[in-house]
């Protein structure tokens, strides 16, 4: 079992800049990778970006390439996504996933474990 706490969110006006964390607990994490997806109202759950935890390899959705930056303290098992140049289309609840292997995915199903969410809010 993978627990995962994140922490972060709140909400910012347009232009400025948010860091999520992601503490992770629970295995041997090393074998991990840590991915943040984000979901608005009324949308499906949307990939962001992903960190191998042991290595480093990052993966960027399309959506936030450029803008946001995730990183990661190996020995602190925790993962961060750094936002700026947040817009109010990057208001959502945004969540931290865990899934164990050696190849980032972009997609939800293959994440097993998921932290409660944190929200952000970009208003205009």
């Known amino acids: 079992q993978v627990q995962l706490v994140e922490s972060g969110g709140g909400s910012v006006q347009a232009g400025g800049s948010l860091r999520l964390s992601c503490a992770a607990s629970?295995?041997?994490?090393?074998?991990?990778?840590l991915g943040w997806f984000r979901q608005a109202p009324g949308k499906e759950r949307e990939f962001v970006a992903a960190?191998?935890?042991?290595?480093?390899?990052?993966h960027y959705g399309d959506s936030t390439k450029g803008r946001y930056t995730i990183s990661r303290d190996a020995a602190r098992n925790t993962a961060f996504l750094q936002m700026n140049g947040l817009e109010p289309e990057d208001t959502a609840d945004y969540y931290c996933?865990?899934?164990?292997?050696?190849?980032?995915?972009?997609?939800?199903?293959?994440?097993?474990?998921w932290g409660q969410g944190t929200q952000v809010t970009v208003s205009s």
């Open positions: 996933a865990a899934r164990r292997g050696v190849t980032i995915s972009t997609m939800s199903a293959a994440y097993d474990y």
């Open positions: 629970g295995d041997t994490l090393s074998a991990y990778v």
């Open positions: 960190i191998m935890l042991s290595g480093g390899k990052t």
